[in-house]
T-cell receptor, first 112, second 113 residues
Framework: SQTIHQWPATLVQPVGSPLSLECTVE??????LYWYRQAAGRGLQLLFY??????ISSEVPQNLSASRPQDRQFILSSKKLLLSDSGFYLC???????????FGSGTRLTVV | EDQVTQSPEALRLQEGESSSLNCSYT??????LFWYRQDPGKGPEFLFT???AGEEKEKERLKATLTKKESFLHITAPKPEDSATYLC??????????????FGTGTRLTVIP
């Protein structure tokens, strides 16, 4: 089975502070991994995806970056947070073909 | 440009009152349409996958159907525990040719006892 661990569940950070959100996955080796952001009233927006260690593709220009230091670890970072970075961040991995993606439980980030 | 549009944005039903949610899409090279359920503060949970027009899938009070331009999620005799946001997503190639999921904004369903 595929399990995704995300932490923390909730985070409140001041503007200008750094960010590091971590996601680790269990199950399939060499999974495709994804970071999505869900803002209030908006759909899930794909931020980054990775097909392997050190391989990161960015879908939208932004204040965030991603890294994949290990096969089953995906990290979302920022050097200086903006108010607009607030949202619900979800990590996902490719599931069995018929499932699309399997999602983690998410991190609610509020930048104040 | 690939788009996924869901309607209505919000829907309030009395318990037992059947209805349908709509997902219309315009994508090149559809490789699956997915329905997810999302409870507040949680990640989306998989419900169905549909691949070709005319296909139908059922699970308890939910039935998903697919045409060439849209999908419907039919809810029969809903119960309060069916209250959630229902997300539609399509899998299609992105600009680099890799398959990604593109999501609609969801329908927030509230079932009143």
């Amino acid at each position: 089975s595929q399990t995704i661990h995300q932490w923390p569940a909730t985070l409140v950070q001041p503007v200008g502070s750094p960010l590091s959100l971590e996601c680790t996955v269990e199950g399939t080796s060499n999974p495709n991994l994804y970071w999505y952001r869900q803002a209030a009233g908006r759909g899930l927006q794909l931020l980054f995806y990775s097909v392997g260690i050190g391989q990161i593709s960015s879908e939208v220009p932004q204040n965030l970056s991603a890294s994949r230091p290990q096969d089953r670890q995906f990290i979302l970072s920022s050097k200086k947070l903006l108010l607009s970075d607030s949202g619900f961040y979800l990590c996902a991995q490719t599931g069995p073909t018929n499932y699309g993606y399997t999602f983690g439980s998410g991190t609610r980030l509020t930048v104040v | 440009e690939d788009q996924v549009t869901q309607s209505p944005e919000a829907l309030r039903l009395q318990e037992g009152e059947s209805s349908s949610l709509n997902c219309s899409y315009t994508v090149s090279g559809l490789r699956g349409l997915f329905w997810y359920r999302q409870d507040p503060g949680k990640g989306p949970e998989f419900l169905f996958t549909l691949y070709s027009a005319g296909e139908e899938k059922e699970k308890e009070r939910l039935k998903a159907t697919l045409t060439k331009k849209e999908s419907f999620l039919h809810i029969t005799a809903p119960k309060p525990e069916d209250s959630a946001t229902y997300l539609c997503a399509v899998r299609a190639p992105n600009k680099r040719g890799a398959n990604n999921l593109f999501f609609g904004t969801g329908t927030r369903l509230t079932v009143i006892p």
